[in-house]
């Protein structure tokens, strides 16, 4: 009976995939930057900076290049770029939520302006609860971000003095205060409830009611619209404040509520345009004629605003311009600038034919 083959030799001719598997540099079968330069018939560093800053790189040169590297399949390790150089080419953008588009296009135009500066954007939700941004900031910031965005001013004071400590460009956004971390891109809340209480007295709405969430921004519009009012002579004004984030349903649901508390409203101001939405279609299910009977004004003119039978007033923020002027913070600094700045975006009343 023959000897059998000694255990050691056993799956000798087994291929790669069974045995432990060796990690490469650069993507699949080893590739390295120098195989991209080669085939592009550019210089290694002249791939680097395609990756690193494009900005930099002449553009026939940054689409052949990008063509190879597309060709190749390569990938750059940034893990082991970002320890050599102390960069992570890494912007962490923190926003409440993305149930609704109300900041959609701040981070999809804030996302496009610093992917074109060779930067990348991780996006956190941290929802409303200032406790929970300071957890999610710890995670965030262990992944070593050049620049943090952040949405709203309201943070907790050791958040605050953590980030101004942190050695990093912070840019606030969608807010207004005094006291900005560091940068800041918005506008005011207050000032935004104060205008649409005027806009209400303007067209002889005294009877007002408001349907608002209870974050900090939201309670922020509230008190400039009551405030308002009040210099008006009006201090009766009832209101359903929700838990963030709105919906179409809490809106609907809301319009009841206020009905029965003060049947003779003539107005609502809701905090966001899916609440108005809601108050829009309960009205119509409880037969009130909006605006004769009802003016509705919402907040974000969202798309849907003006699909709305009858349209929906609304506040406009310019989201785009935000995102654009926070990338543009973020750069100037990461570029060397020293400059603090403040920019208010402001907002407006956009008059449809719910008020």
Known sequence: MPNKEPSATVGADLP????????????????????????????????????NSPETVAPETLERVRQVVQKLGYVPNRLAGGLSSSRSRLIAAIVPTIAHSLFSDTIQVFSEAMS?????????????DGSSEEALLDAVLSRRPEGVLLTGVAHTDSLRARLANVGIPIVETWDMTEQPIDMLVGFSHYQTGVAVAEHFLQTNRRKPALVSANDERALARRRGFRERLARAGIDDIPEVLVAPPSSVAIGKAALPRLIEEARHIDAVFCGSDLLAIGALSAARQLGLSVPSQLAICGFGDLEFATETTPQLTSVHVDG?????????????????????KVTDVGFGIIRRATT
């Open 320 to 340: 785009t311009r935000i995102g654009l002027t926070a990338a543009r913070c973020l750069l100037d600094r990461l570029a060397g600038s020293a400059q603090n």
């Open 16 to 51: 790669d995939a069974a045995a432990p598997a060796r990690r490469v540099r650069g993507g699949p079968k080893g590739l390295r930057i120098t195989d991209v330069a080669a085939q592009a018939g550019v210089a290694p560093i002249t791939v680097s900076r395609v990756f």
């Open 116 to 128: 074109r500066a060779g930067y990348q954007v991780l996006l956190a939700l941290s929802g409303y």
